[in-house]
């Protein structure tokens, strides 16, 4: 779970690296430039939700693991 949570924090990275390269390269921007950097802000944007909610999922199951941990003791 934790590797699949890096790679998508990896990918969300390469995708702002191409995003901003992409953003140098214009001096102005078309329509239909823009149509493709805000498809690329919408992808960045939902894997940067899925990884945040999945950050939260792991903390969340690590208070569950530590709590039952301590009952067991």
Known sequence: MLLSLFSQFEGTAESLKKFFETLEKFPEVGIKEFKILFERATKIQTKFLIAAETIEKV???????????????
């Not at 903390?59 to 003791?73: G, H």
């Open 59 to 73: 903390k969340k199951q690590m208070i569950r693991v530590e709590e039952a941990r301590k009952k067991t003791k």
